[in-house]
């Protein structure tokens, strides 16, 4: 079965310390995989997607398919990070619109 | 552009009632979707659309209706409410594929049964 699973509800962290959240998926293809992140007030928005290999305001990600992982990265936390993180699979290649979404966490960075 | 738009903001029904949550999008995206957000569960997909007339079960459809017979549009109708269906739902739209694939959200509506 497909599934995201993001282990942490909430991560507290101070500003400027290191952010990881975790995240890993079920799936037996080869699934697509995507960071969004909803701040307070807003809608949920894509943050980045592991096929870009990119970096968005200084977050990075990388696919580990042996540890089936996909773990969300930053390496000095600030105050504007604080949102609900999401990571998501899409098992189809992004055919169609089919996301697994995970349960989030919450991030608070503290001043 | 206004994107995806949902209409109401905010709803409160009594068990039983009946509503159509409504979204639209004006990207001309063949993929829609209607998911809802609780706590503790994430968002879960409850039905979608890859264009104009076909739509799909997602993995929560249960008590719910939906319809496509414009590109723009995409309601999501509650036949007879129940508590369980008190949610925050949000529409989205896709594009893409592969490297550009993205789901656009709306901002939500946020409905309580009582």
């Known amino acids: 079965a497909q599934r995201v699973t993001q282990p942490e509800k909430l991560l507290s962290v101070f500003k400027g310390a290191p952010v990881e959240l975790k995240c890993n998926y079920s799936?037996?293809?080869?699934?697509?995989l995507f960071w969004y992140v909803q701040y307070s007030r807003q809608r949920l928005q894509l943050l980045l997607r592991?096929?870009s290999r990119e970096s968005i305001k200084g977050f990075t990600a990388d696919l580990n398919k042996g540890e089936t992982s996909f773990h969300l990265k930053k390496p000095f936390a600030q105050e504007e990070d604080s949102a609900m993180y999401y990571c998501?699979?899409?098992?189809?290649?992004?055919?169609?619109?089919?996301?697994?979404f995970g349960t989030g966490t919450l991030l608070a960075v503290q001043p | 552009n206004a994107g995806v738009t949902q209409t109401p903001k905010f709803q409160v029904l009594k068990t039983g009632q009946s509503m159509t949550l409504q979204c639209a999008q004006d990207?001309?995206?063949?993929?829609m979707s209607w998911y809802r957000q609780d706590p503790g569960m994430g968002l879960r997909l409850i039905h979608y659309?890859?264009?104009?007339?076909?739509?799909d079960q997602g993995e929560v459809p249960n008590g719910y209706n939906v319809s496509r017979s414009t590109t723009e549009d995409f309601p999501l109708r509650l036949l007879s409410a129940a508590p369980s269906q008190t949610s925050v739902y949000f529409c989205?739209?896709?594009?893409?594929?592969?490297?550009?694939?993205?789901?656009?959200f709306g901002p939500g509506t946020r409905l309580t049964v009582t």
């Open positions: 799936y037996s293809g080869s699934p697509e």
């Open positions: 989205a739209s896709t594009v893409g594929g592969g490297s550009t694939y993205e789901q656009y």
């Open positions: 592991h096929i």
């Open positions: 659309s890859v264009g104009a007339g076909i739509t």
């Open positions: 998501a699979l899409s098992g189809d290649g992004g055919a169609t619109n089919k996301l697994i």
């Open positions: 990207m001309n995206h063949e993929y």
